[in-house]
């Protein structure tokens, strides 16, 4: 493979000649990787959960919010031009990266799964619309066949590369851009605008407050979510401004489109699942359906298999590149059933309480730390070992080490997600994603400022 292949595919730091992706290339691609399975669920889950007067604002200020919170990521990444895993050696030390590394490519296959299940879903209902075999309009197995289709496409996708990525990516955002408003348009035109507005939700929860407080949690663990795919693709911005701009419009309000149009679905309806009303339309309006769920979530999968592999390669640069695009999409199949995909709102706060904590660290780091200037040493991020700067101690950051277990420890006693409580009583009254994030951002701050760094500069240290 050539040198300037391996910048695309591995982990050599990107110069300034070799970027390939400007402003609207960006936001091409975050609309592509944002409007897919994440949003569509998310904005049912909301939907389902309080009325449309609570819905928009809380898909608006859930998603946009958080991801103000880290969009300086993409200027960091896009200064240094290494990818994100690497530079976060800096932050957290090689060894606790390694650990962080592995969170981010496990949990990973969870939005793999729903992307790729999703199509599962719309693809057999339209197989049903036209009569197809019995077993192919079934979830089990049908869904999942098609959910397994969907997957080695967008391996597939992903295999190719950034540049075939980014101009089939280019065509696919104004479609679904295009395809998002007139289906928007036909949700209220088939239903009424005062019959959405007016919509009671068909699964709240026990109280309003509680059911407000959900459905932000929902949304604020997709927002702070894209804390984990900065670096692989702003490594290759031209400018930062372009790679600041184009995540933060990309990621934020443009895709939370696809969000609302699912609540609006699911108001309307009470469905969790947006295909159900969409093919259900018969003729030329599903096919076009069937079409935005296959463009929208295949682009994704491969808009998340691609960064994923390059961070595997980051940490196995031996690993060849169809090895690594393999490894970090195949497993994803064993999550592809009902299951799973019933349990989005679940999965969605883990989310949260993970990239949550660890964008905190990181935009701490940013702008208390190295108040914003560039100060990374990028020789000593690829130096394993005590002669290596962000080695700290034993390879781990003690003040990266204490704000993970302060920020993930706050948000399971503020929310337990798995059952769903309150250990401490504080939720709903809070939310638990913004305060961790935070909790985390403050400790690591103090930390290293009263603490590490002074240990570091002492002769010696």
């Keep these: 493979m050539k040198i300037k292949e391996e910048i695309f595919f591995n982990l050599l730091p990107t110069r300034k000649s070799e970027r390939v992706y400007g402003f609207w290339d960006f936001l091409a691609v975050q609309i592509c990787f944002g409007i897919a399975a994440w949003f569509f669920l998310v904005g049912s889950l909301t939907g389902l959960t309080v009325d449309a007067k609570d819905a928009i604002p809380i898909i608006l200020f859930g998603n946009a919010i958080p991801l103000f919170l880290i969009a300086p990521m993409a200027v960091i990444f896009a200064r240094y031009g290494v990818e994100q895993w690497l530079g976060s050696s800096a932050v957290l030390g090689h060894r606790f990266k390694d650990i962080w590394l592995f969170i981010y490519i496990t949990s990973s296959f969870g939005w793999i799964a729903y992307a790729s299940f999703l199509f599962g879903e719309s693809t057999i209902k ?70 959405i507005l007016s919509a009671e939700p068909a699964k709240p929860l026990e109280t309003l407050a509680w059911s407000r407080a959900s459905a932000i949690e929902y949304n604020v663990g997709l927002g702070f979510s894209w804390a984990f795919w900065y670096g692989q693709w702003t490594r290759l911005a031209r400018t930062e401004s372009s790679a600041f701009h184009g995540c933060l419009w990309g990621w934020g309000i443009l895709a939370a489109t696809a969000g609302i149009f699912s609540a609006f679905v699911a108001l309307a309806l009470g469905v969790y699942d947006p295909s159900e009303w969409i093919v259900s339309l018969g003729g030329g309006l599903a096919a076009l359906g069937l079409l935005l769920f296959a463009v929208a979530n295949v682009s994704s999968v491969a808009a998340l298999v691609y960064p994923m592999s390059i961070t595997l390669r980051s940490r196995f640069p031996n690993l060849s590149w169809i090895y690594a695009v393999l490894i970090c999409s195949l497993p994803a199949i064993l999550l592809e059933n009902p299951v799973v995909f019933e349990s989005y709102g679940v999965y969605l706060a883990y989310i949260a309480l993970l990239s949550g904590t660890y964008g905190g660290i990181m935009i701490a ?26 080695w700290y101690w034993g390879g781990f950051n003690p003040a990266a080490v204490i704000a993970t277990l302060a920020g993930a420890g706050f948000y399971l006693w503020t929310l337990d997600p798995f059952n769903w409580v309150s250990p401490n009583g504080l939720f709903p009254y809070i939310t638990a994603g913004i305060p961790s994030f935070l909790l985390s951002f403050l400790v690591y701050a103090v930390l290293m400022r009263l603490w590490v760094l002074p240990g570091m500069e002492k002769p010696g240290a």
């Design 126 to 195: 339209f197989v049903k619309v036209f009569d197809g075999p019995l077993m192919l309009t079934q979830e089990v197995p049908g869904a999942v066949v098609f959910a397994m289709v969907a997957t080695l496409v967008g391996t597939y996708l992903a295999y190719l590369g950034p540049t075939t990525l980014k101009h089939l990516i280019h065509a696919a955002a104004i479609f679904l851009l295009v395809v998002l408003v007139f289906f928007t348009w036909t949700v209220f035109s088939k239903f009424g605008i005062d019959t």
């Design 365 to 390: 780091d940013y702008f208390l730390v190295n108040r914003g200037k560039s100060s990374w040493r990028i020789r000593d991020l690829y130096i394993t070992g005590p002669e290596s700067r962000y």
